[in-house]
């Protein structure tokens, strides 16, 4: 098995930047990005207050422009209505924007 950064984490959020970032992306190109993103970003909170333009200037070797978006909405319902925590069941998952059966 190749070893990744998101494999060696035990934390719901950096689990969940990387389902998010992964979407459509190979493990590859990600991998370098993952982990400037959780440097800039260590946390939900951190996350909240960054705008999507930033996020999107961020991701743009990526591609995917919605990726962006998605994640902002996404985080906007982590930080607001579940004050900062991700949650772990399935149902909870997919409320989330750009959250799907296999993400979640």
Known sequence: MRDFPW?????????LIAEFLLQRTSAETVAPIY?????RYPNPETLAAA????????LQPLGLFFRAERLCQSIEI???DWQGNIRAT??????????GTYTA
């Open 51 to 58: 705008s999507v333009e930033e996020i999107a200037a961020l």
């Open 35 to 39: 982990e400037e993103f959780l440097e």
């Open 78 to 80: 982590i930080c607001g």
């Open 90 to 99: 399935e149902a909870d998952l997919r409320q989330l924007p750009g959250v």
């Open 7 to 15: 494999r060696r984490t035990g934390d719901p959020y950096a689990s």
